[in-house]
């Protein structure tokens, strides 16, 4: 019988972790809200917020609702504080030293029943898992992002992962109202291994000047119907994540068609990452958004 999860832990309150207590608190789940950082905790309890409160000017949930699950929230500093969650994600940035780090200590304080997830966009789930002292209690649990917004979650088993762990995942996928798509234990699994690969073509189509920014992201848009343009997605994701996915996959499938374009490299070491330094392959800092090639 598949294990019942009443209350979720999520290690790392950036972007995807708070989308994630957004989306587990509307759905009625209390959410315990970690991260080393307090200042980023006090953040993303605003993000939520603000981001609830644009939900309830659309009309697509109410203030009761807001206010409800608000209150589901709370946030600790210490793994300690998520010992009585049925499941723990983490949500912390995408380079595997760090999460393995994490999982380590984060086991340390939960009782051996709890299962333990990473939100992981690239990552062997199989070697993660064996970071643990639970391997058949891990699984990959990869909400995209903006999560609130976002249908899909993919579900990656590692080598042990237990059926049981499997079945309670789908479960709670299931009560967040989105849909799942499972996928076998590969770099950078479906979604990613699709996306990122575009995305780096369409860097390599600036690089090589076949158009420039604005030429390329109309192109996509409006030649493919894409919602939005490949380098203002890129600037979006976050130039660093897009460069570690196409590392995962240039390292773990080891085919020359994975490679990095170097100007994306270029932009990374520049410490141009896109939106959340206010540039990248556009320049945030002005009224509107100015391509940068």
Sequence with gaps: ???????????????????????????????????????????????????????????????????????????????????????????????????????????????????????????????????????????GIHFMNPVPLMELVELIRGIATADATFEAAKTFVAKLGKQIAVSEDFPAFIVNRILLPMINEAIYTLYEGVGNVEAIDKAMRLGAHHPMGPLELADFIGLDTCLSIMQVLHEGLADSKYRPCPLLVKYVEAGWLGKKTQRGFYDYRGEKPVPTR
Excluded: W
Aim: net charge neutral; hydrophobic share 40%.
């Design 1 to 139: 019988m598949a294990q019942s999860i009443r209350k979720i832990g999520i290690v790392g309150a950036g972007q995807m972790g708070s989308g994630i207590a957004h989306v587990c608190a509307l759905a009625g789940i209390p959410v315990v809200l970690n991260d080393i950082a307090p200042q980023r905790l006090k953040d993303a309890l605003a993000t939520i917020n603000g981001n609830m409160a644009r939900q309830v000017s659309k009309k697509r949930i109410t203030e009761e609702q807001k206010a409800a699950g608000l209150k589901l929230i709370s946030t600790v500093e210490s793994y300690d504080g998520l010992a009585e969650c049925d499941l723990v994600i983490e949500a912390a940035t995408e380079k595997e030293e760090v999460k393995r780090r994490i999982f380590t200590d984060l086991c340390a304080s939960l009782p051996p029943e709890t299962i333990v997830a990473s939100n992981t966009s690239s990552i062997s789930i199989t070697r993660l898992a064996a970071s643990t002292d639970r391997p058949e209690k891990f699984i």
